[in-house]
Structures are given as C-alpha cells and as structure tokens.
C-alpha cells in the first residue's frame, strides 16, 4: 500500500487514504490474511465478506441513504475502493449544534434508519461514530457488520445499539436524540415501526438482567 496513509485499523480490515486515486480522494478498505485459518478458507471468508459489504452498501444506496460511492471491488484481494468522505463523525459535533439543529440531525437519521430497515438492510453497528456529518448529508459508513433481514429481532437489536450510545456517549441529550431519532424511524419505516421499537425496548431489558447476573 505504498504511497497511501493508514487512518484506521481494525480487527478484521484495515482503512487506507489514497488522496489522488484516479483523480480523486478515495478510501481502501483490505481484508487482511488471517494467518490462523487455513488459506483456502481463509480467502474464501475474506472474498465474500467484501462481495457482502459492498452488495450491502449498494442496497442501503438504492434505499435513498447517503452512503460512500463504490469506485471498486476486488474480490479476490479483498478491496473495497470507496469515496473517502469528508467531514467529522457525528459522534464529535453533537455537542457543539445548537438544540434545533440537533433535534433535525437526528430526526435525519433516525430516517435513514428507517429507509434501511425498510430496504431489508440491517446495519449492525448503528452509532454515531459510523456517520459522517455535513450540512448537506449524513452519510452512514462501515456496513461490515451489515445483513440483509426483516426480523423484527435484528431490527430491535439495531435500534438498541443506537439507543445504548446515546445514553453512554451523548447522555445529556439522550431522550431529546432519542425522541427526534425515533419521529424519523417510524415516518420512513412506517408499519413495523412500532413492533421493531418495542422490541428494542426488549433486547435492552434483556441485557440488563445479563449484566445483573
């Protein structure tokens, strides 16, 4: 990867910046070889985890998401070549918007939610460190842990994710979030809204009483 600046390591790919690539800035995303697991099976593992995440991002694109624009894929060396998308991670600004503007933030997003769901997309990593914020779009990145399910169990689960960083990372504001977050969700979702919420509520009283245990 020569020539390219490392801006993120992970358990299962690695992120690279490539300011010039054909022109523009663009982000690589490599599977790594996993040294443990056999070779065949391990390249096999790798090669579908990237046909999935790039079929998943492209799924939650036609959905009307805002997601990275796919320049390339390449199965066999593991690659995904995104646009690099600029600008801060939600996650970092929350607390530096005025009330109003949060309150849209994640009405937006909480709509985007819903689109996702709705499309059959599971994002499976639902928190603000994976969107990116400018004033035009909110755009949702890193579908590695992302499926393609109607379950109204995967659904909760998602939305308990979300619900569970607003209370450790933006705690000061989580039901005023949470309550523009879920006015967005069911608007755009719509039937299943209801069921997918009470199921969250579920999921988060189950996990309470493992963590009692």
Excluded: C
Aim: aromatic share 8%; charged share 30%; hydrophobic share 35%.
């Amino acid at each position: 990867m020569e020539g390219l600046k490392l801006i993120a390591k992970g358990a299962e790919a690695d992120l690279w910046l490539d300011p010039d690539w054909n022109g523009v800035g663009a982000l690589i995303k490599r599977r790594g070889e996993k040294r443990y697991r056999n070779p065949e099976l391990d390249a096999e593992i790798r090669r579908t985890r990237t046909l999935h995440e790039s079929s998943i991002i492209h799924r939650a694109k036609e959905a009307g998401v805002p997601t990275p624009l796919i320049y390339q894929v390449d199965p066999v060396g593991a690659t995904i070549v995104m646009e690099y998308v600029e600008g801060p991670k939600v996650r970092d600004i929350v607390e530096d918007l005025d009330p109003e503007e949060r309150r849209r933030l994640f009405t937006i997003i909480g709509e985007h939610a819903g689109r996702l769901h709705r499309a059959g997309v599971i994002h499976g990593d639902l928190t603000t460190s994976n969107m990116i914020y400018s004033p035009k779009r909110t755009v949702f990145v890193d579908f590695g842990l992302g499926e393609v399910s109607w379950e109204t169990e995967k659904r909760g689960v998602d939305l308990n994710l979300m619900y569970r960083m607003l209370t450790s990372t933006h705690f000061r504001h989580t039901e005023e979030l949470f309550e523009a977050f879920r006015a967005g969700y069911v608007s755009a979702l719509g039937e299943g809204a209801e069921d997918a919420l009470a199921r969250m509520e579920e999921v988060s009283r189950r996990g309470r009483y493992v963590e009692r245990e």
